[in-house]
């Protein structure tokens, strides 16, 4: 089954607490991203990657930290986190193209306290 | 200036009525592509139907279509005989052509439009 598989699904941490959320893709798609969603803000892109080891700064880089080592990871890595980093995380994959659909992780909510 | 803009942030719609939810959309390309997702309660993304600058015909998926006016930069999601499971975020968004540099794969999101189906 075509998936995109994030972990974990909650994670609540404490300030200043490095953490990484994972990210899994079984379709062997070049192009994977990040987004996190806010309230009233629809989605925002974090960072992306159009190929291994090619990565660079969405909408929203500040704070964030991204590697592509593999075709089908993209992990997502807070080195120090802040409350205002609470939110909810998507990662996403898609072929390149302008057409193709983008497929999209469950979702990992981050607390940050 | 946004690049996707859903101005009904919340809707209601009868049990078996058809609702149209909004988008308009900002782009000098004239190759792009516009999508739906639905967003349930549960979190997921859920992709609902695509449509492309140049495709001739609005597209339709089941229940679900799309009021594409290329000259208003719109492109409003239709769902005709709304069922208690609609109730859902729904978001507009678009992918600029692929000459528009580096992130040009981007997808842009809406803010989102929050759909009610009342029984």
């Known amino acids: 089954e075509a998936q995109v598989t994030q972990n974990p699904r909650y994670l609540i941490t404490v300030t200043g607490k490095k953490l990484t959320v994972t990210c899994s893709q079984n379709m062997n798609h070049e192009y994977m991203s990040w987004y996190r969603q806010d309230p009233g803000l629809g989605l925002r892109q974090i960072y992306y990657s159009m190929n291994v080891e090619v990565t660079d700064k969405g909408d929203v880089p500040e704070g964030y930290k991204v590697s592509r080592k593999e075709k089908r990871n993209f992990p997502l890595i807070l080195e120090s986190p802040s409350p205002n980093q609470t939110s909810l995380y998507f990662c996403?994959?898609?072929?390149?193209?302008?057409?193709?659909?983008?497929?999209f992780g469950q979702g990992t909510r981050l607390t940050v306290v | 200036a946004q690049k996707i803009t859903q101005t009904q942030p919340g809707m209601f719609v009868q049990e078996k009525e058809a609702v149209t939810l909004d988008c308009t959309y900002d782009t000098s390309d004239q190759s792009y592509g516009l999508f739906w997702y639905k967003q349930p309660s549960s979190g997921e993304m859920i992709f609902l139907i695509y449509q492309g600058s140049y495709d001739e015909q609005n597209a339709t998926e089941g229940r679900y279509s799309l009021n594409f006016q290329k000259a208003r930069k719109s492109a409003n999601l239709v769902i005709s005989a709304s069922q208690l499971g609609d109730s859902a975020m729904y978001f507009c968004?678009?992918?600029?052509?692929?000459?528009?540099?580096?992130?040009?794969?981007?997808?842009?999101f809406g803010k989102g439009t929050k759909l009610s189906v009342i029984p």
């Open positions: 968004a678009m992918r600029e052509g692929p000459y528009s540099g580096a992130g040009s794969y981007q997808l842009t």
């Open positions: 996403a994959s898609h072929s390149m193209g302008q057409n193709t659909e983008a497929f």
